[in-house]
């Protein structure tokens, strides 16, 4: 599914925009932003296909934001919306490949026929003739976020890393195979002088002659070091105290350091065993020397404990009881039954409260003592009564889901139905109710087959048509206590949704009514 973003600093203009798009291609994900800054800001967090920006904005203009898309998004095609015909608005677009420069006072049809010529070309930019060019442009923008997902597959899942070229394409300079040395920091007080250390770290380590690669995890870093003899300098320890020293005290930074090399098959339970040791309450500058491999536990890892959270938080009983299963035969039963149905205990507290077993119970016996108490021969019969109790409990608490979503769709709506005079924008609800945007745009719409705006707008319209038929308003001053911005932009919308215009409407209600009158 491709997705816009719509940036203007007129919340309507960006509604009506998104009614628009969202009427011909209801399959699309479209945004809306209402500065250029927050675009900026948005851009260098998440990814999109196309984005339609206004010129003429406050603090930075369209053009502005089309510069920085142009070097933080390469494969991004852009529609430039202008209310002036300036040449040099149009030079400045066309200096650039897959920008479109659109007059905002062209008929609707003009730039929706620029958002499927974008979309085109965004279908040609996926396609497999696309030249290599493009598909690194693209690796690029995209090789952050993929060079953390294979090393998080390798470091939580266990999962072997993909072949040479694909790591290298993403930035991975560790290689498969060879024994690895760990070094794992506390928490990073503050947390927004992460990315700094770990630039710092990465080319001290260089400078040794080390490949290293960083792997984020939660308000820390994971350093995996390797060289070509499979022995590391002496001097690594040294030169994380200098570092430590050269940070100041004004940042909480701690490591934990493997005491040597570990062995590439032993490298998650070694990075899970590392975390823990890291997450625990470090002296700041300090370097806490270990051995990964001494206090690896047979039966549950930290890997197991995410991977528990994961499958618990997505309803996937059939994922979670297979790595249950596993663990206990690890550990052997009953004591891996003991360490997993506590850590599994405390997952489902934190997921869905303190009280969320209670009332539950298999063949009579209580939830408590499925997990804990009840005297099960094997580890097969006490995981046959575990998933029926998670499938009691997961479906339970699907329905609780259902009805807090239920809850949400019906405040926001209320709420419209209170304010959809005012200037209501999705970004206003989502902020009054404490959501994420993009959160509540895909709750919404998933359970009420149409967008936040679409829905202010049937509304406004819904609204101003029982004013138009029980009042002799003027359209103007209806346009105004329906919310719309000005009587031009309501007649348009109006026109779009009814297909005619209000003076028509007002005519064929009250023709109908006085039809309804001489019958009876």
């Not at 590391?232 to 005491?259: K, M």
Request: aromatic content about 6%.
């Amino acid at each position: 599914m491709a997705r816009i973003l719509l940036v203007d600093d007129e919340p309507l203009a960006t509604e009506t925009l998104q009614t628009l798009i969202l009427n011909e291609m209801p399959d699309l994900e479209v945004l809306c932003l209402n500065s250029s800054v927050q675009a900026m800001e948005w851009l260098d967090r998440n990814v999109c296909d196309m984005v339609i920006t206004d010129v003429s904005m406050p603090k930075v203009s369209g053009l502005e934001l089309l510069d920085h898309i142009r070097h933080q998004r390469s494969m991004c095609y852009v529609i430039v919306l202008t209310a002036y015909d300036s040449f040099d608005y149009a030079y400045h677009a066309s200096r650039y490949e897959d920008v479109r420069f659109v007059l905002k006072i062209e008929p609707p049809e003009v730039i929706m026929e620029a958002v499927r010529t974008g979309l085109e070309r965004i279908r040609r930019y996926y396609s497999a003739a696309q030249d290599s060019l493009r598909l690194r442009k693209y690796m690029e923008d995209t090789q952050p976020l993929l060079r953390q997902t294979l090393l998080e597959k390798l470091l939580v899942y266990g999962e072997e890393l993909p072949g040479r070229e694909i790591c290298e394409s993403c930035g991975i300079r560790v290689l498969s195979g060879q024994a690895t040395l760990l070094a794992v920091t506390g928490t990073i007080v503050p947390e927004e002088r992460r990315q700094e250390i770990c630039f710092l770290v990465l080319s001290m380590l260089g400078d040794l002659g080390i490949r290293a690669d960083a792997w984020y995890v939660e308000a820390g870093l994971v350093f995996l070091m390797q060289c070509g003899d499979g022995k590391i300098p002496a001097g690594v320890q040294g030169q994380l105290d200098r570092l430590i020293e050269g940070i100041g005290p004004e940042v909480s930074l701690s490591f934990v350091l493997a005491e040597h090399p570990v062995p590439w098959e032993k490298l998650r339970d070694a990075a899970a065993e590392m975390v823990t040791w890291a997450r625990r309450s470090l002296e700041s500058g300090r370097i806490l020397l270990k051995d990964p491999l001494t206090g690896v536990r047979k039966g549950v890892t930290m890997a197991d404990i995410l991977r528990w959270r994961s499958c618990v938080e997505a309803g996937n009983p059939e994922a979670l009881m297979a790595s249950l299963g596993a663990c206990v035969r690890r550990e052997g039963y009953p004591q891996g039954r003991q360490a997993c149905a506590l850590l599994l205990q405390m997952q489902l507290r934190e997921r869905f409260g303190d009280d969320c077993l209670e009332g539950i119970s298999v063949e009579g016996v209580s939830a408590e003592s499925v997990l804990m108490h009840a005297p099960y021969p094997s580890a097969d019969a006490w995981l046959s009564a575990l998933r029926t109790l998670l499938d009691a409990l997961l479906s339970g608490s699907q329905v609780r889901r259902m009805s807090e979503t239920e809850e949400t769709l019906n405040r926001v709506n209320r709420y419209i139905q209170e304010h959809f005079a005012e200037p209501v924008s999705l970004t206003q609800i989502a902020g009054h109710f404490s959501y994420n945007s993009s959160y509540l745009s895909r709750l919404y719409k998933q359970n009420m087959h149409e967008g936040i705006s679409e829905h202010i707008v049937r509304t406004r319209i819904e609204a101003a048509c029982r004013l138009l038929k029980d009042t002799t308003l003027s359209v103007n001053l209806i346009a105004d206590r329906c919310g719309f911005q000005t009587p031009k932009y309501f007649i348009t919308v109006f026109r779009r949704m009814t297909g005619m215009t209000p003076k028509a409407w007002r005519e064929q209600s009250e023709k109908g009514v006085s039809d309804t009158n001489s019958t009876e």
